[in-house]
């Protein structure tokens, strides 16, 4: 069976969520006229990305604009699309994925596996990373759990015919060694391929553009300006790259195989929490901000109070609307 996917790299404003949903429309488009019935968007498309308690001002219901904007799109086009949103719920604040058909929501996925500063601001949410659709079924990796071992038996286990590598990925720092700088943008180059070739499915690896512009919470004098590394494309699963982007924004769509005997029903190989292949002292500065992070979060007492504000400023919102 073939599947033609569309990849959708671009540019997300912080906090603009009207704005870059609204700049997403003739991407999505595009992708639909040249025959792209499931399209992947980058993650947090909606809201951007600062490593800053103001994020949590973009924050959104469960059903918040996002989902409905997801909905029009899809039925509109007759396709399926897909990308991820920060959701408050009553305790806090988590990434969600969502697919959407031109029928309705197909599934869910939320980030388990939280990134370095990310842990500041936002918790792991476990639990299935496949969606059944007419289709296939859809496996989705957020950014740095494609980095993780745990996903790979995941979507081994859940039988997933293709999958879905939504990104908010920056090269590192300047202050960071060269030789560090350059594994880690080699490593996420081979990420798509990597999987690919392992799994035995098609791989849609989608990132922003343009570039991070945010504070840190360890280095609060140390704010953070780096381009995103780019490097959308689509690999197939054989392991060929059909199709690939710079840093630039762009519309890639591709014919994938789908073929059940390609699948090697196999995980991936990894060593402890990684299928990453960067040198262990980084893994272990990355596991550490991870902890400290996760500590952070679980401390703040503005974090509960924040969500349950935006959950009322939703409400209040959605309520004032004819």
Known sequence: MNLTVGAIQMESRNHDVEGNLRRAIPLVEEAAEKGATLICLPEFLPSGYVFHERMWDAAERSAGPTTRWLAEQAKRLHVTLGTSFLEARDEGFRNVFVLMGPDGEYGRVGK???AQYENWFTEGDPGPHVIQTPFARVGVGLCYENLRSFLSPKLFDQDADILLQPHYC?????????????????????TAGRYARGLGIPVVFVNQCGFLDTPTPMFPYLPLRVPFLGH?????SDGTMLGHADRAPAVLVCRVNLAPQRKTHRALPSRGKWVAQMPTPFLRIMEFIDARGKAAYARNPRREAAARRMLGQCVTKQASIP
């Open 112 to 114: 388990e596996d939280v």
């Open 170 to 190: 920056p090269v590192l720092p300047g202050f960071l060694p060269m030789r560090v700088k350059r594994i880690f943008e080699e490593e996420v180059r081979h």
């Open 232 to 236: 959308t494309n689509i690999t197939d």
